[in-house]
């Protein structure tokens, strides 16, 4: 970590900031499969905070701890997305056959008011 020095804590920060934008951009395209959101942010996320736990100095320390919350808040972030989306396309698919059974009931019933109306006359 050739970029980090003790006497400039605004490089980690920085860094922190970079990794966090990067973090975001890449979990979007993926963000509904948990898995690829593991293996985007764990490998990233737990090498860079892994590294400033290992230098030890506060600050460092407190931005590795920001980085394993961004981490755990996108896993879960990532899950309930998932589940919401799943429940919207499973409403859109049980609406759609709702639908075609209404369409096919009310061609019955017109149908079924023709055969009346030809019965009576």
Known sequence: MWFLQ????YNVLMMSIYLFFVGVGAILPWFCYLPAVLAIL???G???AGLLFLRGEPVNVAVGLIIILM???GAFG???LA???N???RLNFENAALRLESEEKSLLLETALENMGQGIS
């Open 83 to 85: 589940h919401m989306l």
């Open 78 to 80: 990532s899950m309930k």
């Open 87 to 89: 429940h919207a396309l």
């Open 6 to 9: 003790p006497s400039q804590p």
């Open 42 to 44: 764990l490998p990233v």
């Open 46 to 48: 737990g090498t860079f």
């Open 71 to 73: 981490v755990v808040n």
